[in-house]
């Protein structure tokens, strides 16, 4: 009965993104169909991932980010690094996986078993390696975007292929490829590209990549690291220091693999693969350096790409300055889905506050 319940209210929830998008072109998005200025794979997935280990910041963004990406005709893929028990009895976890249960038509969410040590490096280095998972729900032809838990997407043209790149079926699609310079390994120059955003089909992953094995999600994390290694050494195992250069490396492995790719598929394949950069010419970002939502138009909000999000944006000041007017711009203020994020960051708070009441009682 309880399965049920969740069932329903999914298929809910879908009728509500459909019935409140506010142009045809996102009704369009969401039944799989597209005008004809953009490529559409069979199924298309935004990949981002959250550490159990890390502050409930991350996890409570979780399924804010499933129906921001669902907004522009994405399912979404969470790999969460730690057990699910610890989520399932974690009262503020537990809400995060309750509400992404009522959103399994739209998500997927597979949990990735580790040492505690390796959550933070594993959360950042995992996400390119989700088509080599089994438990992947979908097929070679599917589409996979790498992103981040704290990212929404906006202007949905950004995350499509144009028909100019039909022609071609080996197509990467990198944006905001030119924003962070360059780097130094094993004494070669490679361009940095930013794991937000990468795009390819799975096929694709699976050169890029270039494992030979599929994983599992119990054996994934110490096949990472094992893969990790074999470039970066023996600390890949040490506890990533945020900022530090290590922080990087999952950008830096990404980075070289999709150089190789590339220059394997020139010289050996007669499918030169499609190598499109998206350009932010004209475009903005709406970053949490320096959020200025208050000032945007509804109108004007196709002229932004992404909104990097603030943190603890669970914290009523900041929900209710800085990321329900972000809503508001996204769903509309009345709409439906505007009140169930509404809910959702409600209940996550008290449930939070009680959470804090009580550590600071018993510590």
């Known amino acids: 009965m309880l399965v049920c319940a969740a069932c329903a209210t999914a298929a809910f929830l879908i009728l509500i993104l459909y019935r409140e998008c506010c142009t045809s072109h996102q009704r369009l998005m969401l039944l799989n169909v597209t005008p004809s200025s953009v490529i559409v794979s069979s199924r298309r997935f935004a990949v981002f991932s959250c550490a159990t280990s890390l502050s409930v910041d991350y996890a409570f963004y979780l399924p804010l980010t499933v129906l921001a990406w669902r907004r522009i005709g994405f399912e979404s893929i969470i790999l969460i690094v730690g057990e699910k028990s610890q989520w ?136 990472i690291l094992d893969y990790f290694q074999q470039m970066f050494g023996e600390r890949v195992r040490n506890s990533v220091v945020f900022a530090s250069d290590d922080w990087f490396m999952d950008q830096k492995m990404m980075s070289v693999r999709i150089d190789q790719w590339i220059h394997r598929q020139n010289s050996s394949s007669s499918d030169v693969p499609t190598v499109y950069k998206v350009s932010d010419s004209g475009y903005f970002r709406i970053d949490r350096s320096d959020w200025n939502v208050d000032e945007i138009q509804p109108y004007s909000l196709a002229n932004y790409y992404d909104a990097h999000l603030i943190l603890d944006g669970f914290m009523p000041d900041n929900w209710n300055k800085s990321i329900q007017p972000l809503l508001r711009l996204m769903y509309g203020g009345h709409s439906t889905l505007y009140a169930f994020c509404n809910t959702y960051a409600t209940q996550f708070y008290a449930i939070w506050t009680r959470w804090e009441t009580n550590n600071n009682n018993s510590s």
């Not at 998972?133 to 981040?148: A, H, N, R, V, Y």
């Not at 790149?165 to 962070?180: A, G, I, Q």
């Open 88 to 223: 399932e009895i974690h009262p503020v976890l537990s809400h995060v996986l309750d509400t992404l249960t009522k959103l399994s038509d739209i998500c997927t969410v597979l949990f990735l078993l580790a040492d505690v040590e390796n959550h933070v490096m594993l959360s950042q280095t995992a996400r390119i390696f989700v088509a080599n998972l089994k438990e992947f729900p979908g097929s070679s032809s599917d589409f996979i975007m790498t992103t981040d838990a704290d990212l929404w997407p906006l202007r949905r043209e950004h995350y499509y292929y144009p028909v100019m790149n039909r022609s071609s079926s080996n197509l990467l699609m990198l944006l905001h490829s030119e924003c962070c310079g360059s780097f130094t390994l094993g004494g070669r120059d490679y361009t940095m590209l930013p794991i937000s955003n990468v795009g390819a089909s799975v096929a694709s992953w699976k050169e890029i990549i270039n494992v030979d094995d599929m994983m599992t999600t119990h054996s994934a994390a110490e096949n």
